[in-house]
């Protein structure tokens, strides 16, 4: 999983709380992505960040917050708004944002979320 | 809209012989396609990809692709597979002229099981 780094690896949440995924990567790249897996549907995008102190909503963004105050970090935060959290959850990571398409994403190990 | 099938939940094929494994894409401009593999548990692994040029691409651990724009299909092959390739195979697209980010498109994924 190259030098993204995902944690914890397994994380239960209770009724009415909020919980805090954490990504780490020491690639030096500008941009990061967080995706939820979920069985027979691929993955989606929830948030991605192009550069440091920016980010934008991916297609189901609802009931899920991020921040990007450091390069190497984008911690996604599941809300007590998200009814239903329970899911695999990926964070990548590429060389740049913006129109370069041939940029490859490396992704995490993953944090599975379920809830209590 | 853009989007992504591949058409196969499952795909079982014996140690030894050729296998397959299907996408079919629908995009507005050039196609920029990836093959990831994801093994239980695990982020997802860049396989190859096909930017331009020659329609046959070679990738990681003997895999290779077969770009076709007129069937829009871009099927992931091996000419001999391993009870090691057993995982969870995705195609993404991305196309290339829209405004924002490097944004990936996933199917819904393809389980390839070997048996020895």
């Known amino acids: 999983d190259g030098g993204i780094t995902q944690s914890p690896k397994y994380l239960f949440r209770k009724e009415g709380q909020n919980v805090t995924l954490s990504c780490e990567q020491n690639l030096n790249h500008d941009a990061m992505y967080w995706y939820r897996q979920d069985p027979g549907q691929g993955l989606r995008l929830i948030y991605y960040?192009?550069?440091?102190?920016?980010?934008q909503k991916g297609d189901i963004a609802e009931g899920y917050s991020v921040s990007r105050e450091k390069k190497e970090s984008f911690p996604l935060t599941v809300t007590s708004a998200q009814k239903n959290p329970t899911a695999f959850y990926l964070c990548a990571s590429s060389r740049a944002g913006g129109d370069r398409v041939m940029d490859i994403q490396y992704f995490g190990a993953g944090t599975r979320l379920s809830v209590l | 809209a853009q989007s992504v099938a591949q058409p196969e939940d499952q795909v079982n094929v014996a140690e030894g012989n050729p296998l397959t494994v299907k996408c079919t894409y629908s995009v507005s401009g050039n196609p920029y396609l990836f093959w990831y593999v994801q093994y239980p548990n695990r982020g997802l692994q860049f396989l190859l990809k096909y930017i331009t040029g020659d329609n046959l691409v070679k990738g990681s651990y003997g895999f290779e692709a077969e770009f076709n724009k007129s069937q829009t299909s871009f099927h992931l092959k091996k000419p001999s597979a391993l009870v090691s390739d057993s995982a969870l195979y995705f195609c993404a697209v991305r196309t290339s002229g829209a405004s924002g980010y490097n944004k990936l498109i996933f199917g819904a994924g393809t389980r390839l099981a070997v048996h020895p």
């Open positions: 960040s192009q550069i440091v102190n920016d980010f």
